[in-house]
């Protein structure tokens, strides 16, 4: 019987046993190998069709079972592998410090905002305890209540440094010496006769202020 179209194709040889049936309408049960050893062994040698079908039925469901069984076991082993969480070290990230103006830098900032006028904001680097020591003034209402700080840098014109050297440093004091020339606006010029300008850190706004000068 050859193969019919339909859902179920089986195959027949001589006494009507029933060899396999497959699904697939495109397989050519002339061509399959079990069929011709089949038909082989049961024209030539003389063993019966129904024999000879159990023996390499059995030996290839062994067979097939052997492989199936190996394949489940390797797929098991890899997804075993795969499934394995991969450790991850955490990699601490430092912190960037936080950059501190120098004592020399913030002398300079200091004396800049005096010639360029920006008094409100070189009032800002100075220290309560220097405005009332060697100002002479009180911290209330700021620079603009200050005549002698007005009057004074209000007359000055340029502010040259010729000289700026810390000589002292700690983490929370420092002490230069500046040799500074003032020059008025009336042409007058002026060498400041107290060089040594003490200062100390403020924490709290990470900046260094006028504390002392003498």
């Known amino acids: ?8 194709h ?13 699904r697939n309408r495109n397989v050519k049960w002339d061509e399959h190998p079990i069929v011709k050893v089949i038909t082989f062994l049961s024209a030539f040698v003389g063993i019966p069709a129904g024999i000879v079908a159990v023996v390499i039925y059995f030996s290839g469901y062994n067979y097939w079972h052997e492989l199936r069984q190996s394949w489940k076991a390797s797929n098991s082993s890899v997804s075993t592998v795969a499934s394995s969480p991969t450790s991850v070290q955490e990699i601490a990230t430092p912190t960037s410090p936080v950059l501190t103006v120098s004592p020399e830098q913030t002398i300079r900032d200091y004396y800049s905002a005096i010639e360029e006028q920006r008094l409100g904001d070189a009032w800002q680097m100075l ?13 209330a209402g700021g620079y603009v209540n200050c005549k002698s700080y007005n009057d004074w840098w209000s007359s000055v014109k340029s502010i040259q440094i010729k000289e700026l050297i810390v000589t002292e440093l700690t983490n929370t004091t420092a002490t230069a010496y500046v040799r500074i020339v003032y020059t008025q606006f009336d ?27 003498w």
């Open 10 to 22: 089986c195959r027949t040889i001589q006494s009507g046993l029933i060899i396999s049936c497959n």
């Open 187 to 213: 042409g007058t010029v002026i060498q400041d006769t107290k060089p040594h300008i003490g200062l100390i850190f403020r924490a709290n706004t990470n900046s260094w202020l006028f504390d002392q000068k």
């Open 1 to 8: 019987m050859k193969a019919t179209t339909g859902t179920l």
């Open 127 to 139: 220290t309560e305890h220097f405005i009332e020591t060697f100002i002479g003034c009180s911290t």
